[in-house]
């Protein structure tokens, strides 16, 4: 061997002492260092499916999705919690959270309510009381359906006498329920999982529009083919993060 092993800036060896260092030991010292980083870089590997793996033995269903039934012998026992005696809801003396007032920009009507006679003498009440008693009702207004009419004209020409249709606008449903009459039918049945005939209902009885049990899967599909670019842009997003959460958190009821 003719020429100097390089020196890695890593090695605890100064210039000097390897310059001293023959060729010979210097190859040696190289190759065993770079087996010890390959050695290294394995353990650490080796330590991270341990880790896995130990997490993965460790999992209970306290701890995780798992039901109580595969718990592994070892699995600590669950905890019962001594009833309190106490009533359910908030306590005596627990400081309530009732509804706040709305601000005065967001009131449809005021209703003042004012006294006409004193309630001692009976003598006539004027004037204005500069800080009333305010009790607020949210009430929803009675929906009646918007139906607009579209009215295409065929005029004829004074010079030619041909017939000219007008185009239907671009922005036109083509069927017989506007986009909120077909979003409104596609959240009660997708997102609530409410029936076609309970949909038929809600419709008639809240929204006060007449829609047929047969026409209600045409507008699941009215609204499906419209999601179907974002759905499908959202999975490509998904696809693409380098982690993706589930929600594990439990959902008691009752006891």
Not at 3 to 32: C, H, N
Not at 107 to 121: H, K, L, M, S, T
Not at 122 to 148: K, S
């Amino acid at each position: 061997m003719s020429e100097q092993v390089f020196l890695s800036p890593e090695l605890p060896i100064t210039p000097e002492d390897w310059g001293r260092t023959p060729l010979t030991v210097q190859a040696v010292v190289v190759t065993l260092w770079r087996q010890n980083q390959a050695l290294q870089a394995q353990v650490g590997v080796l330590q991270a499916e341990v880790e896995r793996l130990r997490e993965r033995v460790n999992q209970t269903s306290q701890n995780s999705s798992m039901p109580p039934s595969s718990d592994p012998p070892h699995a600590p026992a669950r905890s019962r919690r001594t009833p309190s005696g106490r009533t359910r809801g908030g306590q005596k003396g627990h400081t309530g959270h009732g509804r706040s007032h709305q601000p005065p920009d967001q009131v449809e009507r005021v209703i003042p309510v004012r006294p006409v006679a004193c309630g001692q003498c009976g003598a006539l009440l004027l004037g204005e009381d500069p800080h009333p008693e305010r009790h607020q009702v949210t009430e929803l207004p009675r929906i009646v359906p918007q139906v607009l009419e579209y009215q295409r004209h065929t005029l004829t020409c004074v010079a030619c006498g041909a017939k000219t249709a007008a185009d239907w606008p671009a922005d036109m449903p083509t069927g017989s329920f506007g986009p909120r009459t077909q979003a409104t039918v596609g959240y009660l049945s997708g997102r609530l999982g409410v029936s076609q005939r309970d949909i038929e209902e809600v419709m008639e009885t809240v929204f006060h529009t007449e829609i047929g049990l047969g026409s209600i899967p045409a507008q699941e599909q009215q609204v499906s083919a419209a999601l179907a670019e974002p759905v499908q842009e959202a999975h490509l997003y998904l696809q693409e993060q380098p982690v993706a959460n589930a929600d594990e958190t439990g959902w008691h009821q009752g006891n």
